[in-house]
Structure formats: C-alpha cells, structure tokens
C-alpha cells in the first residue's frame, strides 16, 4: 500500500473507532441520565399517588357516619314531609361545611336527590336523580360506593362516596352520598417539573396538569369503553377524544411524545403507578429535554477530550514522523560524508603515489646529478692539472732552458779564460734559479693553509709596508697611488705577512691591467662598515669583463700570456681573506676601472686589551 493509502486507511479507522465511542458515550450518558430521572420521577410518583389515597381515604368513611345519624333515617322514612327535608337540607350545609366536602346530599331509593347541602344554590341537586352513577347502585344495593365523575349539574369534577341508609328494620331506604372536589389537588401540582396525570379505568384523564389533556383516552376510545363510560355519565357531556400520543422505548425506559400547553411536541420520561383503591393509574412524566441536553453536553465534552486527545496523537505523530527523517537525513549525510571522505581518502593515497614516485625520480636525478658534478670535478681537476702542467713546464723549462744556455755559454767563456764574463753568466744562472724557487714557494702557498696566528693590525700601518713592497713595480709601471684612509678607522683582525701579500698582489694586478691606460692611478679609500672594515683599490683600466668576473678568484685561472701570470694571485688573496673570516670581492667603477674590496673583521675592544 502506497503512503497515501496507508494513511487514509489510519484516518478511516481512527475515525470509526472515534465516532463507536461517541456512540457508546452517548448511549451510557443517555441511560445514566434516564435512569436518575427514572428514579426521581418514580419518587414523585410514589409521593403524589400517596397524597391522593390519602386525600380521598379521609372521607372514605364519613357516609357511613352520616347515615347513622336519626335525621337521615326520619328524612327517608318520611321523604314527603317539606319541613322535614328543609330541616334536613339546613343540616346537610352545616355538616358539608365541617368535613370540608363539596357537596352533601341524600337520595331515596329512586334516585331522586330529597336533600342536599347545595339547596340554595341555583343549580342544586334536590329534585336531580343520580341513579345512573354506580356509587349510588352500589350504596342502594348495601354496598360501599365509590365513584369519580363530572358533575352532571355542577359540571365540576368529583370523587363521589355513596353509604347506604337503613330504616328501623335495617332495610335499605335511601342513599346519602358526598363529594369532595379535586381541582384543588390538581392545581397543587401545577408548579411541579414533572407533568402529572391521572386516568381512569378505561384510560381516559381526567386530572392532568395540561388541562389539553384532559378528557382524552391514553387508551384508544373502543366502543365497549365508550359505552361503559356513557353508561355512568362520568364524563356528562363532554366529547371525549384519544390524546395523540407516540409511547417509545429507550434502553428500557418508557417514553412518550405528547403534544403539550404550548403547542409544541415533548418527550417525556413516563412512570405510572395504579391506585388499586380508586381504580385510578397515576402518570409522572419528566420531560426529557433538559435530560437529552445534559447528555449532548457529556457527548461534547466527550468529543472535545477525544479531538483534544487525537490532536495530541497527530502532534506526537507528526514529531515522530519528523524525527524519523531527521535520523534519515543524518545517516544519508553520514553516508555521504563517510563517501567523500573514502573518495578523498583514495585521492591522497593516489597523490601519495605521485609524490612518492616524484621524490625516487628526483633521488634518481640527484644521484645523477652528483655522478656528472663528481665527473665533472674529476674533469676539472684534470683540466686543472694540466693547465698548471703546462704553466708549471713552460715556467720551469724557459729558466732550466735559459739556465743550460748560460752555463754551456760560461763553460766556453772558462775555456776562452774569460773569467769576468763566466761569473756574469753563473750570476744569471742563479737568478734564474732564485726564481724556480718563487715558483716553488708560490705553489707551496697554493697546497698548504698556514698556521699564521690573527692579529689586530693598523691597515694603514700593512698598506704602508705593502707599498714599499710593491713600490719598485709600481714604479716601473708609472703607476701613482692615491691612498686616502680615515683617522678614525679601527685597527682590523688578520695575519699581517698574508694581508700585506693580499694588498701586493692586488696592487700589482691593478698596475698591469693598467699598462698602456691613459691616466695610471690607484685610488685607495677604507670605509668602517658595521663590525667591518672595507678597503677598496680601484684602478683605471678596462675593468673585469661580467663574463669572466665570477672566475677570476678560481686557481689558475689567468688572462694573461704564458708566463706572464699563473693564475693563483687572486685564488691565494680570496682564501686567505676567507681565513680572516672576511671577503675579497671585484666590481666595476661607473666611470671605469675595476674596484677590488678586501673586507676585514674590525678588532673588538676585547682584542685590543690582549694585544
Ligand atoms: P695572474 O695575475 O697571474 O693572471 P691573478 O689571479 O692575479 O693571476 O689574476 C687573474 C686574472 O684576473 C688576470 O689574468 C686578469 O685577467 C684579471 N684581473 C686581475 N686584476 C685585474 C684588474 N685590476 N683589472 C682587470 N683585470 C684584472
């Protein structure tokens, strides 16, 4: 079954169910209502049959009293006699007026009414015959009689007692007879909740506190009824009518509609009890309107507590229905993330690869790097090493060369006995010796550090010394030196022999870059620079060309002809500066010339004391 379906289902039960409890509710409510009006009505019942038994067995026996008494007997003994009767009639008042009845009178054997209380009045009973109404037959025949009608001359309704009267010889010679009234009864009861009727033996009301009803047969009005009622009079003249009247049952409660006082139908809650004595049937009827309200309250409140239940239901329903998607929605976004992580993770893993593969291809080039770098600097040496062959033969062969010239030359010069010119030539040879040995310690310079201990030295005091060194070339050279150093300038960290072969050899390459320039000046200047100090020689000549200015510091590296250079000038200057802790560095003037900083540790005050 679809969603829809499922819920429409739900909604149809759910709606049966609630409309079956409405129902039961209803009906319990109903009942229970009925029943307490049942047993209020049954009290009422109980109450008003008593009072009217009551009512009526007050005078049950006081014809029989009266008719004890000598008058009544000398009245129907002797019924011709005016005086007799007037004297009865007189009586008859007085003793209606202390019973209380409404009506007092005497009756011979015929039926005709001798005397009665109501003498006076214009519609008296004297003379009337009342032989038709069965109290009189009754009390004629020596019996009790009881009867209740209408007043066939008065038109009011009555009870009628009847009490035979008996001469001296107990015959039967008259009938006396009392009526009382009942509309003041009847009217006690008007201000009641309940409607009350009262009906005779053939169903007929004849006391009802709707006066609509009365005269009308609860019963349906038979021709046998009819006729017994016709019979005795009871009812005189009136037309009689049946009383339109629907009897139902409820739950087993008895119920009537009846039209009533204003004209609109009722239903009523009947209760009915019979007076044995009378032959009446007492009727207690409680409308049941206010009854069926207080059950359709009950019903409604019940309906409210049900709607207020089931929206209940729904709220709690609904939040479950929510709550269950929220869950849903969680583990579908759980599911999801739980995806993407997988789907990240797996991208990480693949970068992984990537990155490990990369890094084994760089350690791979890396390796191959270092082989060619060690190739290469095996290459280099080699080059190296032949270059310095070369260098090192040509400047080692020229002199052994010239050297074997001059002693071939002073040998023939001892033979010739030129002695003077002989010792010219040894002089020669031994310059030519004394510069191999340069050569010698030049190279020596090259391969071993020297274990010359730093001093703090005046650098104007080493450029002095350096110069007069370097003076006899400069000299040779037409080379002016310009040198223009600060007072100030403080003393400087170094070995003074290896500076000073550092300033010489600058010097000395500036000179000759400078051969055949224009103007041959060397401009030395010194500068404090933070914890350094910086001495700049610059000269005029063409500069280092940008090509080769990051070589010319490598060993052997020269521009100069064969044998006019090695090489090593520079390399030995910028290690040894390097020993220093300081720096050796070229650039190129604006306006010419190349400019060669020799950096310097600048003494500390420390230093100074130990010094
Ligand atoms: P060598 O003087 O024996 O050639 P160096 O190491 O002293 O060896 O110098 C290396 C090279 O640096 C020189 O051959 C020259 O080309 C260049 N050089 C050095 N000083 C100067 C300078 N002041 N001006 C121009 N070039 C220079």
New binding site residues.
Partial sequence: MSQRGRRFFWAVLVGLVCLGLTLAVARVATRGYLSEAQARAESTLRQTANALEGHLRRFEALPELLADAPEMRDLVTQPEDPARRMAMNRWLKAKNGVVQSSDLYVMDLAGDTLAASNYDRADSFVGQNFAYRPYFLDAAAGGKGRFFALGTTSGVRGYYFGAPIRDAQGQVAGVVALKIGIDDIEASWRTWEYRIIVSDPEGIIFMSTDPGWRYRGLLPLTEARLARTEASRRYAEVRLEELEVQRGNEAGFDLMRLVAEDGREHEYLATAQDMPGAGWTVHVLLDTASLRAQARLAVAAFVLLLAVALSLAVVVVQRRARLAERIAMQAAAQVELERQVQERTADLMRVNRQIEMEVAERRLTEQELRQTQADLVQAGKLAALGQMSAALSHEINQPLAAARNYADSAALLIERGDGARARDNIGQILALIDRMAAIARHLRHVARKPDEVLKVLSLPAVLDEAMVVAGARLEAAGVEVVADLPASLPPVKGGPVRLQQVLV?VLS??A??MEGAALRRIEVSAREDGGRVILSVR?H????PPAIADR?FDPF????TVGA???????ISYNIMKDFSGDLRVANHPEGG?VFDIVLQAATAGQLAAE
């Fill in positions: 050899n390459n500036a000759d870059a000269d000549g063409p500069g280092v010319i590296f020269t521009t100069k250079g090695l090489g090593l000038g520079l390399s190349a």
